[in-house]
């Protein structure tokens, strides 16, 4: 019986050596930042400082007209792809990714070694017409910038080339979104040139 179960025991540790290897990406990516992510970079995640049951608010003082941008799924997944010696790992952050395909507002943030490699932010219409998209423009950072007499350090601004605009079939359309780290989107502007700023960062 001792020799039986020493002999399992045996079976057990060589069954779980050899997987070792080909469950370790998994083991990682499945993983919270507090352990083999714990070195992740959060830098990039204060583009879209959001919280889920939240919402963007967006006022034209012109027509006394806001927008109200509901932000119902926040999801944050950590991969072990890009895992290195120095213990980095990747970030894939979506904001109302997946949650519906009318949302008014979703987007995407990919995070590799520390870096934000790639972003894309969507408007949509009530019927889940798009309005504004982020893949179609041509992005342009800036320091020090004001809007409304409050000065933010790093800005990103998104336009959308005219011809892209114009092709949008809404005759609601936006042409240009400003994003401010720490805050995320502060304002867009439409394709009649109105500015539609932030009246807080985030309403609960």
């Known amino acids: 019986m001792i020799k039986h179960l020493y002999l399992v025991n045996l079976i057990f540790i060589i069954f779980l050596i050899s997987c070792t290897e080909a469950n370790q990406v998994l083991i990682i990516a499945s993983a919270s930042i507090s352990d083999e992510c714990a070195s992740f970079?959060?830098?990039g995640?204060?583009?879209v400082p959001y919280k889920e049951e939240s919402s963007i608010i967006l006022l034209n003082q012109e027509l006394n007209h806001s927008i109200i941008l509901p932000i119902k799924r926040v999801s944050q997944v950590y991969s072990a792809e890009?895992?290195?010696?120095?213990?980095?790992?990747?970030?894939?952050?979506t904001i109302n990714g997946g949650y519906n395909e009318t949302?008014?507002?979703s987007c995407k943030l990919y995070i590799s070694s520390g870096d934000l490699s790639s972003e894309e932010y969507i408007f949509k219409f009530n019927d889940g017409e798009i309005l504004f998209s982020s893949k179609e423009s041509i992005q342009k950072s800036m320091g020090n910038y004001s809007l409304n007499g409050v000065n933010y350090d790093l800005v990103k601004v998104f336009e959308n080339s005219e011809t892209y605009t114009n092709s949008l079939t809404n005759e609601i359309?936006?042409?240009k979104l400003i994003v401010a780290k720490g805050v995320g989107v502060i304002a867009?502007?439409?394709n009649q040139n109105?500015?539609?700023?932030i009246v807080n960062s985030i309403q609960h």
Do not use: E, P, T
Request: charged letters at 25%; a neutral charge; hydrophobic letters at 40%.
């Open 41 to 43: 970079n959060r830098d």
């Open 45 to 47: 995640l204060k583009w």
């Open 82 to 93: 890009g895992f290195s010696d120095a213990g980095n790992c990747d970030g894939f952050i």
């Open 103 to 105: 949302s008014l507002f």
């Open 173 to 175: 359309k936006y042409s």
């Open 188 to 190: 867009i502007i439409d």
């Open 194 to 197: 109105r500015v539609w700023s």
